[in-house]
């Protein structure tokens, strides 16, 4: 039971990036969140996406970040748009319900099923 981030690098302001969270050894049946980390510290949930494909982002990212997800590829896409240095960070995405087998770790805040991060630069 693995999930991986993918997606990230060193962009300009202005730029776009597109990350997946792909799950392997289980299927996304619960919503599924994006956050980001400073800093190694300060986590901020980005956008989340309901079973019903319904969406949720916080207020700084509405306009320029889409989620979406593709259930053939059990991934989780985050279309990211006019790019700013503050969106610098780490971005993980973590499903609401975790699934059989998976490994827990402590993150931001709580204790739950996390991939390993992407780095998003924008300088």
């Known amino acids: 039971v693995q999930l991986v981030e993918s997606g990230g690098g060193s962009v300009q302001p202005g730029g776009s990036l597109r990350l997946s969270c792909t799950g392997s050894?289980?299927?996304?049946?619960?919503?599924v969140e994006w956050f980001r980390q400073v800093d190694g510290h300060t986590c901020e949930l980005v956008s989340r996406?309901?079973?019903?494909?319904?969406?949720y982002y916080t207020d700084s990212f509405k306009g320029r970040f889409t989620i979406s997800q593709d259930n053939a590829k059990n991934t989780v896409f985050l279309q990211m748009d006019n790019l700013k240095p503050e969106d610098t960070a780490v971005y993980y995405c973590?499903?609401?319900?975790?699934?059989?087998?998976?490994?827990?770790?402590?993150?931001?805040?709580?204790?739950?099923?996390w991939g390993q991060g992407t780095q998003v630069t924008v300088s």
């Open positions: 973590t499903p609401k319900d975790t699934p059989a087998g998976a490994r827990m770790r402590p993150m931001c805040g709580g204790f739950g099923f």
């Open positions: 050894g289980f299927i996304f049946v619960s919503a």
């Open positions: 996406i309901n079973p019903d494909g319904t969406t």
